[in-house]
């Protein structure tokens, strides 16, 4: 028997409210936070992952009061990243109402965050996200890890990465291809796949949805568990109900909204 895979609508936030870019730049406004998040509650989105995107470059922690006003109206799960620099942090979060927690630059500058993350919450409540970008080493073709939203090389190899993250205790991978962030030309299948391979827990691909199609595409070809979407959910481009009747018809069982029924 087939899961039922996830769509997960993701906002981005920056100073209180949703922003959308390309290969994160070029920010624009979409909206509010809660008002958002409740919209797409109501379409059927499985998830909701809200990033404070600039927490980590101003070295500051995730804005708690947002994400609080966010829980408190949501009933299904509610994902958090942002400036989570500790376990300490982490707990302030889950707290606050999150239901997972999504690590990035803290778990690259401390590991053994992961793990201490994992034995105090548990590991379906860690998540770690990896902004991965195509690069060329040594003669071959790899994807490089960078933190601080997209703007810090790391040297790590995402695959690599993604293999230790999981053996550290994150429950899931948040894999974001940084080329196909908002470019809206299809998900990195190959990196996805590579990833998905060498982790045993679910992986989520993000990065260049640009219809529905893309999604299917990443969940049936590239292993992923479920897919992140945004800009043209944003944009109204589509719905997460069509993006759920092309999988659908594709055999990829979805759940749909309490009020809606399978095309």
């Known amino acids: 028997m087939m899961l039922t895979r996830r769509l997960i ?15 994160f730049a070029s920010l624009r406004d979409v909206g509010d936070p809660l008002e958002l998040a409740e919209f797409y509650e109501r379409e059927g989105a499985d998830e909701i992952t809200f990033l404070d995107i ?37 707990a302030q979060v889950l707290r606050a109402g999150a239901d997972k927690v999504s690590v990035n630059s803290s778990a690259v500058k401390n590991p053994a965050m992961l793990e201490e993350c994992a034995e105090r919450f548990g590991s379906q409540c860690v998540v770690s996200s990896i902004d991965a970008k195509l690069c060329q080493a040594d003669g071959r073709v790899r994807w490089e890890v960078y933190t601080h939203g997209g703007s810090r090389r790391t040297g790590l190899d995402a695959v690599e990465w993604a293999a230790e993250c999981a053996r550290r205790g994150a429950g899931e991978i948040l894999l974001t291809s940084i080329d196909g962030d908002g470019a809206r030309t299809g998900y990195d299948i190959a990196l996805t796949r590579a990833v998905s391979e060498v982790v045993t827990v679910p992986v989520i691909a993000s990065g260049g949805a640009g219809n529905g199609g893309h999604v299917r595409d990443v969940l049936l070809n590239g292993g992923a568990d479920a897919a992140l979407v945004a800009g043209i959910l944003h944009d109204g481009l589509t719905t997460v109900g069509a993006i759920k009747a092309e999988l659908d018809v594709a055999g ?12």
């Open 9 to 23: 609508v993701c906002l981005d936030v920056q100073g209180g409210r949703v922003v959308k870019g390309t290969r």
């Open 252 to 263: 990829l069982p979805v759940r749909y909204a309490p009020e809606r029924v399978a095309p």
């Open 54 to 90: 600039s927490a980590s470059m101003e070295d500051r922690g995730t804005l708690l009061d947002v994400v609080r006003r966010t829980a408190e109206r949501l009933f299904i799960p509610l994902t958090v990243g942002g400036g989570v620099r500790s376990a300490s942090e982490m």
